[in-house]
């Protein structure tokens, strides 16, 4: 019931945001086009995010998502470019899309056993983690990007008119709310982040469920990431710079706690179209890029405020003292 | 019939009077109408069954909680708290259960924390005047304590006493303990009595909530009980003894405290050989049968909870051999130890055993999702089904299977535990100080239900602290003491004196 409610406010501030753009740009955002952009757009951010549930649930938290978006998709494109030559095309191309995702299934793999077996905090490994993936990324063709002309589909493709990149997002958006909701690597990631201790003491795998959530958000980067080249044609070294940030963002504005325990992907989604419509209605009105920094600064705490005083009267309301 | 104490004749002044508070938490009466009077340097027990309204009653005089009516009285004048920081400007001072001190500052800075003398220039602490002090109010209360010691450093008993320091540097008056003794060793209660004795000794008045009441027959000057957010009795305690206390609090007879024991001991289930961890266990052996509840008793830190740690497959150093119905096993986690079919309790709720802000429901299926058919997907409206028939079995009290936790009451969080593992149905349960921090009706309940398991088979090691539940509810018992068995006593023919002689008392060849 109380978590319902929760789930109301960032919903319903999304409404509104749609709504008073609505009013002020019917011509320009209240049509298909509009809507289908921004949730192309979402599309890379929001899978990300699907990933950063898990984490944040498990009280993890994962820095290294932007760099490792940056690693994934160059590494895909060197794939591509190899098996290929100078204008890779068919197979190539799916080979190449599934070593991206190959790379981010081991960069994640990397940062879960870093965490669990060594105990490091997992802020300080992905730390280190963003800078060396970051690296990698760099070097591997002296800071330049790698262009793939007709690598198309999964940017720009449809089936039935809706875009292949929104089939992607909605499907995996059902699978991370089936695993959260019923099956136990879903409910462990709850206990663990709740009580690591207690989940332990259950008889829970800590490491290897961590491992599993850390692999989880690492496939998820890697696919964000083929998306991503395949709508700029081209691997960038330097892409996803910050997405840490934005998709953390999303998350808590959906309702998750750092301290882990918390959280919901329904929530998460919110978070991360509040954030792209807003983006998009601030440049539909005319808002430089700059100054939305500063709205987006100020959502992200107001909500965040806003939930956590919910949550503080719920309390007072649950405990009956003793 | 309530009635309330009032100023005897030669009693001294009343220190604090409380009057009339009502609390109310969203439909939950808390508080109704609660008397509370308190004289100068004398030690009031707090007593009552969990949930009967104790920590609200404190709460609000600590200034945590406003009433929703009342006033209080602290050395005849009127007071009202909008904050905590006002309550401890009038003298009260609050030592919670657990030490609520900065871990890694030392007693003394935690001593003066926000209140700390100031250096020679701005924004300076002087460093020497604070530990001076400190080492003289230390003195002043002869406390054995180093102001230079960093709290992380400290046992729990010596935690407690930087918390009294801290109280008494801020000039309390009035100092409240919630369940001070509920983690200390026997040596560090006696300690705190001496402590708590000198303080009433320096007019200090010191309201005492304890579940364990023999504490209180030797302490407290005055008892108050509540009861359902009611005071139904207060007296001065040389009027009282516990039988009284225990009907006031409960509002029945308790009759027939420990189940009767009539099991019939089956073959050995468990046997535990040449169990070794380090320095901390010891070649330690013992068998359990079916049907047989063995209870284990030591000192804090004799190594028990390793003995079960150790079996249970926490503990990755410890060697040894365990067989289970005359099959050696080997656990290496307890996951291990759960497929096998042994069950731990864990002697801390809030940090090992419960996810306390997630559903109840998830709590009690935690450990057993592979056992109910739910390996591979979860179906919540089985899950809440299997939750809510555990629930009415326990008679667990609690707004529905999908309330968190954390809303529960102390008796009802243990019963919560209770539940995962009489879902897993282990045959070996290993119950580490079950009955802590619950109250007399709850530890009525888990005595009968420890009693129903050993019925139906099962083998049960019961650890604890309180002599007397182990006397009352096991067939034998193990004594620990400094990481090796050094007793192996059957219940009927043992004394309190004998076990406490052998696990406190060093003999001369050691």
Redesign the interface.
Known sequence: MSKFVRQLLPFGSLVLIICILSAFRPDTFLTMDNFLNVLRRSSVYGIIAIGMTFVIISAGIDLSVGSMLALCGMAGAAVMEAMGGANPQGASLVYGTIAGIGVGVVCGFLNGVLITKLRLQPFIVTLGAMSFYRGIALVMRDGQPINIADYKYLGEGSILAVPVSIIIFAVITAAAIFILRYMKLGRYTYAIGSNREAAFHAGVNVDLNLICIYMFIGVLVGIASMIQVSRTVSAQPTAGLGTELDVIAAVVIGGASLAGGQGTIVGTIIGTLLISFLRNGCTLLGISTNAQLIVIGLIIVIAVSVDQLARSKGKELQSTGS | MIETAQEKEGEGRIGLRMEGIS?R??P?Q??QDVNLTVHEGTVHALVGE???????LM?ILAGV?GADRGRIEIDGKVRSFTGPEKAIEAGVSMIYQDPDLAEHLTVAENVFLGNEPRGALPFMIDNNVMVNNTAELAENFHFDIEPGAVVAELSTGDCQVAEILKALARKASIIVMDEPTSSLSESEVERLFEIVRRLRSNGISVIYISHRLEEIVGLADEVTVLRDGQVVHSEPMSKLDIATIVRHMVGRELTEFFPARDVRIGETRVKIEGLNSGAKIRDVSFEVGAGEIVGMAGLVGAGRTEVARAIFG?DKKATGKVSLDGKAVTIK???E??ANGIA?L?EDRK????????ACS?NIT??G?DLIG???????AKENGIAEKLGRQLAIKWAGAD??A??L??GNQQKLVIA?WLLTESRFMIFDEPTRGIDVGAKKEVYGLLNKLAKEGKAILFISSELGELLGVTDRILVMRRGKLVGNLKTSETSQEEIMHLAAVEEANE
């Open positions: 609390k938490f969203g939950v808390a508080l969990n949930g009967a309204g104790k920590s609200t709460k909680y926490i986690s307890p996951g130890g759960i731990f864990t940090r090992t055993g419960l996810c306390l802000n997630l998830w935690l450990a999702l739910m390996s591979r997907t979860i179906s919540p309330a968190p954390e809303s009451s102390g995962r």
